[in-house]
Every structure is written in structure tokens, then in C-alpha cells.
């Protein structure tokens, strides 16, 4: 029996994801007019929405300006410490960087200081993008990942990097939760470990929904990128798509895609022969310690072109058994093999359930009439033949278990047929 090597898949519609995008936080600077304090939160004489926008400008959360009226727990896009203003619901002691004096050595770059004024608190390396400082001048303090850059790596904190780490940047940082900053902790949120679509996606949210996925979608294995209850697969255009995954496992059958858990897909030559095949990069990914199932199935479109990185598992299980445990109720496990160079020498061997079990233990014809589970039918014969594991005694008494020309080596064990 020769191994199909490519199936036709029919599946499902596709669920649309959208991008949701996130901001950050940008400073503002101080300055005001005759014996107007700048950020004392009242618009004194001298100061206009343009001098000191911090005490005059209208309050907008998000203008990247922390206005009178904001504060730290309603806006913290724009009232953050490190914005360079001492905010609402700030002090010297929860942010000394915008609220204490500028002490020229107390290893806090201020925003008066600069490496000029007092390089012992503001030098490249300090990790803080100081004044003055930028990706090509302090790569260190100021490239990706560095503190600020406009997103809150993992190793960074609301204490530790507070411009890229504030409550209302769309993501719940460390030093956050629920009962201070429901806006981004309050599930679902992008952090929670659960890819939440169509609010999140891989562009969006890479901690919940990249995982490693290296598709934009989604990828089929490892399964990655889909929200809980869905699993990685392909819509009715051949793409991948995050759907709904069904309960059924790896080689039970079943009539639609929408039937087969996470990691597996509904596929078959015929209705007949439909079952939960699990998604694969190489045989150890296959399910089964008897080296049975591997993973070889390629899927082809409708176009009977082959689909990129789509391969699935055979299924492991013992053709000698005349119940195998590892297929569907009623169907047999057939000893197969893969001759890819068609030289009529096989290339190695592998097992696999088939809906073509029967009740005949002597004669069949491949048509009508089926060997039972533990026979292949020779049709050269017409004759039900034995299936068995050399030296484990299977055969009937009379009988012994004989190699086939080509060992049938599976793991460990060599499988034959009695004569």
C-alpha cells in the first residue's frame, strides 16, 4: 500500500483582526514670563498656552502635555514621571527625577542637568536617555529597548522607565494592575498572556499574540498567534486563519475542520476518509513512542498546488493489532510506506489508520470485500494475509512470521507477514 502524500483541503471562513495601535507619552518643556512659575498649576500673568502649556493649555489627555485638571491616575499619557513637570499626584519622593531639586550628584539626571553641567548624573550609560542624548550619540541609553523608546520592554517598570511604562499606553507594565490602572490591566489587556482579537494581533500585542509565530497571522506549529478557543488553520481562500477549534484529537474522525482541536485539521482524500490530522515540522512532532507516525502528509489546494510549511502526521499505531487503539472505532492500521524517487524500493516505512476494514480473514478482493483490522488483502491472491512482528509469535499455529524483501523496520520492531 503506497502512502498518500497530499491531500485536498476544504475549510471554513475567515474571522477578520484589526490592529489596535498604542502611544506614548512625550515630555514638555517649562518656561514662563515675568514672576510666573511655570508649572505651579495656575496660568499667572506673562504665561499662555504656548510659554507654559503645562498651566494654561486646555486639558487634553494624550496632547502629550499634562495639564491642569490631568494627573497621573487619569492621564498617564501625559502626567508621568520623567515628563519633565512635577504632575498632579507626583512628589519628591514617588518622582524625584521632575519633583526633587536638581542635586549636581545624586545620580539623577535631572531635566536642568545635561552631561555638561554635571556629567556624574548624566553621561551615556546611566540608562536614561538624557538631555541631549539620542540613538546615534548614546545607543545604549537611547536605542531600542533602551529607556525611553517608546515601549515598555519587560525588564522595565513605572518605577524604572516611567515615560515608556504609564498607565494608558495599552499595555499593563510591571509596577500595574487592575485596581491602579484598570485602562490597561483590566482584562482583557496586552500583557494577560491571552491574545484578545480582534483587539489584539501580532502587531499589536506581540506579548500575547507573537509567542514566536513567525507568520503575521498565525502560524500552524508550533499553533501560535490565536486567542483561547481558536486554533491556527485555513479559510476557504487557503490562507492561514485563526477559527474556532474543535475538541476531537489527532486521527479520530470527523466531518468538518471546525471538529478538530487546537494543532490538528480535518482532512481526507474523500468524506469517507476525513479525520484529525496534528499540524508538524518534523516527526518527533508527531504524537505516539512506536515511531509510526510521521510527519509526511503535505497539503495541496484547490489548484493541487502544495501549500507552504502545511505537513501533518500520519498515525502511529500497530498494523499487527486486529483492534488498534490508535484509530477510529471500526478502521484499520495499515503498514505504509514512501517511495519518493519512485524506484520501487521504499524509502522507510510508516503506519496509518484506513476506513477500509472488513471481516474476512481469508479471502478479499480490495472492492467488496476487506480484510479485517491485523490483514492486508493481496490481491494478486485475493487473499487476506496476516500482518505480524517478527519474534513476538503472532502467527497461527503452522505459521511464522516472515521479513518483507525490504525490512519493514518502524523504531524497533520489524514487521512482516505469517506464511
Not at 512506536?290 to 500497530?318: E, F, H, K, R
Request: charge should be negative; proline fraction near 4%; hydrophobic fraction near 30%.
Amino acid at each position: 500500500m503506497r502512502y498518500r502524500d497530499s491531500v485536498v483541503i476544504a475549510v471554513a471562513a475567515v474571522a477578520a483582526v484589526s490592529a489596535v495601535g498604542m502611544m506614548w507619552g512625550a515630555g514638555c518643556a517649562a518656561g514662563g514670563g515675568g514672576g510666573a512659575v511655570c508649572g505651579d498649576r495656575q496660568c499667572d500673568p506673562g504665561e499662555d498656552a504656548w510659554s507654559c502649556p503645562t498651566d494654561c493649555s486646555p486639558a487634553v489627555c494624550g496632547d502629550g502635555v499634562c495639564a491642569v485638571g490631568e494627573s497621573t491616575v487619569g492621564c498617564g499619557q501625559d502626567c508621568y514621571c520623567g515628563n519633565a513637570t512635577c504632575d498632579l499626584g507626583e512628589d519628591a519622593s514617588s518622582c524625584a527625577l521632575d519633583c526633587g531639586a536638581a542635586i549636581c550628584g545624586d545620580d539623577i539626571c535631572q531635566p536642568s542637568e545635561n552631561q555638561a553641567t554635571c556629567s556624574g548624573d548624566c553621561y551615556c550609560g546611566n540608562s536614561t536617555c538624557d538631555q541631549g542624548e539620542d540613538q546615534v550619540t548614546c545607543p545604549a541609553d537611547c536605542g531600542a529597548g533602551a529607556c525611553p523608546d517608546g515601549t515598555c520592554q519587560a525588564d522595565e517598570t513605572t518605577s524604572s522607565c516611567a515615560q515608556d511604562c504609564y498607565c494608558g499606553n495599552g499595555t499593563c507594565d510591571g509596577g500595574e494592575s487592575a485596581a491602579d490602572c484598570a485602562a490597561d490591566c483590566q482584562d482583557p489587556y496586552c500583557g494577560d498572556g491571552i491574545c484578545d482579537a480582534p483587539l489584539e494581533d501580532l502587531g499589536s500585542c506581540p506579548a500575547d499574540c507573537g509567542n514566536g509565530c513567525t507568520d503575521s497571522i498565525c502560524d500552524l506549529w508550533p499553533q501560535c498567534g490565536c486567542v483561547a478557543g481558536q486554533k491556527c488553520t485555513f479559510d476557504t481562500a487557503d490562507d492561514r486563519a485563526c477559527l474556532a477549534a474543535g475538541s476531537t484529537v489527532q486521527s479520530q474522525t470527523c466531518t468538518a475542520d471546525a471538529d478538530c482541536a487546537a494543532g490538528t485539521m480535518c482532512v481526507g482524500s474523500d468524506v469517507e476518509d476525513l479525520r484529525c490530522h496534528q499540524f508538524c515540522g518534523a516527526d518527533a512532532d508527531c504524537p505516539g513512542t512506536g515511531g509510526g507516525g510521521v510527519c509526511v502528509i503535505t497539503l495541496v489546494d484547490a489548484s493541487d498546488q502544495t501549500i507552504p510549511g502545511a505537513t501533518l502526521c500520519t498515525t502511529d499505531c500497530n498494523p499487527a493489532s486486529t483492534s488498534p487503539v490508535s484509530c477510529p472505532t471500526g478502521w484499520a492500521c495499515h503498514l505504509q510506506y514512501v517511495d519518493a524517487n519512485a524506484d520501487e524500493v521504499p524509502d522507510f516505512y510508516l503506519t496509518d489508520c484506513a476506513n477500509d476494514a472488513g471481516t474476512s480473514t481469508t479471502t478479499c478482493d480490495g472492492v467488496n470485500v476487506f480484510c479485517a483490522p491485523g490483514y492486508f488483502c493481496y490481491t494478486d491472491w485475493n487473499e487476506c494475509i496476516r500482518t505480524c512482528r517478527v519474534g513476538m509469535g503472532e502467527c497461527p499455529a503452522g505459521q511464522s512470521c516472515g521479513s518483507w524483501a525490504d525490512a519493514a523496520i518502524i523504531g524497533t520492531t520489524e514487521y512482516g507477514y505469517c506464511e
